[in-house]
């Protein structure tokens, strides 16, 4: 268990290597990676890390005051803690942003990007700052994170099943839906913008995009492009 900004984070670790450090969605879990972490086992030493009150985390003191931008604290806590070296961060949704803010931040730290339908880009528009808010409420978070994860994911595979039945037992516990709807209500806010801050990322980046990603739709792909210009993959 790793002290950080962000509360108590759980790494589970596999394989031997180069280092390969996963990190989820909000509101899921490390565990999301399991399909594809045996094959990364066999060649890189792979660190899979669970956000606050996700997976093996624990919940924080104040989980209504994480935010996208302290989950990005908390990766930077979190690999200082582990003394890796450079390493291949691969990020999906929150996980893109602290992946694509570490790489800006701390150069020295990322060989390589792998962003999956990362936040942090893109013009929010008033409807998706009104989602954000509804959905920034705990309770609503409460109610529907269950519903939201079969709505986001379209394709109905042994995997998926395993990912929602995960979703539909953790929002019930402590702390749960207070940070995901803590990281919903952020995103809107300057500091989850990484438009500027990308610009200084040099490092090689893979973007990967679901084509029916109903939440960040695959036109936000292409703006994010934009900042990384030739780094970007």
């Not at 899921?28 to 060649?43: E, G, K, M, N, V």
């Not at 516990?173 to 300057?190: H, I, L, Y």
């Amino acid at each position: 268990m790793l002290d950080t900004r962000a509360g108590r984070l759980a790494a589970s670790w596999a394989g031997t290597g180069p280092p390969v450090v996963l990190l989820p969605a909000s509101g899921r879990a490390a565990s999301d990676f399991d399909p594809i972490r045996a094959r990364l086992a066999a060649r890189y030493r792979t660190v899979a890390l669970d956000w606050p009150a996700m997976g093996d985390s624990p919940s924080p003191e104040r989980p209504e005051g994480l935010s996208a931008s302290l989950l990005a604290d908390g990766l930077e806590d979190a690999l200082e803690a582990m003394a890796l070296g450079p390493a291949v961060v691969i990020g999906h949704s929150v996980g893109g942003f602290a992946a694509a803010r570490l790489a800006s931040r701390a150069p020295a730290r990322v060989r390589a990007l792998v962003l999956v339908n990362a936040g942090g880009f893109g013009v929010i528009r008033p409807l998706e700052r009104l989602f954000c808010a509804v959905k920034g409420r705990a309770w609503v978070t409460r109610m529907i994170e269950g519903r939201f994860a079969r709505f986001h994911t379209r394709r109905r595979t042994e995997e998926a099943a395993r990912m929602i039945a995960r979703v539909d037992e953790a929002r019930h516990r402590p702390g749960f839906a207070e940070v995901v709807a803590a990281v919903w209500r952020s995103f809107p806010r300057q500091e989850s913008r990484l438009e500027r801050e990308a610009r200084g990322i040099r490092c090689e980046t893979l973007l990967v995009w679901g084509a029916r990603d109903p939440i960040i739709p695959v036109r936000a792909s292409w703006q994010t492009t934009r900042p990384f210009g030739a780094a970007a993959a």
